[in-house]
């Protein structure tokens, strides 16, 4: 059974860093692109950054320049690097992978980060 397991939320002072990562558990076919998504209260879930198995990265305008993605050699393990973090960045942080080639998304149980003083 797939399981995408996060780590790395916590809470942290305005400006501080935190590193999210994700392992994916059991075995996914094909991943075409794994990354990250973000929910914060009251607010739709939005696209925070992916990357494709090819190395193609998208993420949305508000965090270029603070948050950077990665993957591991499997291409089976994200990790999300976040630097000068904001109170807006406070948000339920959820693994993402998709298979394009079965047509299959997986989602992480999600990961709390808090921003605050």
């Known amino acids: 059974q797939v399981q995408l397991v996060e780590s790395g939320g916590d809470l942290v002072q305005p400006g501080g860093s935190l590193r999210l990562s994700c392992a994916v558990s059991?075995?996914?076919?094909?991943?075409?692109?794994m990354g990250w998504f973000r929910q914060a209260p009251g607010k739709q879930r939005e696209l925070v950054a992916t990357i494709t198995s090819g190395g193609m990265i998208n993420s949305v305008d508000s965090v270029k320049g603070r948050f950077t993605i990665s993957r591991d050699n499997t291409g089976n393990t994200v990790f999300l690097q976040m630097n000068s973090l904001k109170p807006e960045d406070t948000a339920v942080y959820y693994c993402h992978a998709q298979d394009n080639i079965r047509g299959v998304a997986y989602w992480g149980r999600g990961t709390q980060v808090t921003v605050s003083s």
């Open positions: 059991g075995t996914i076919f094909s991943i075409s692109r």
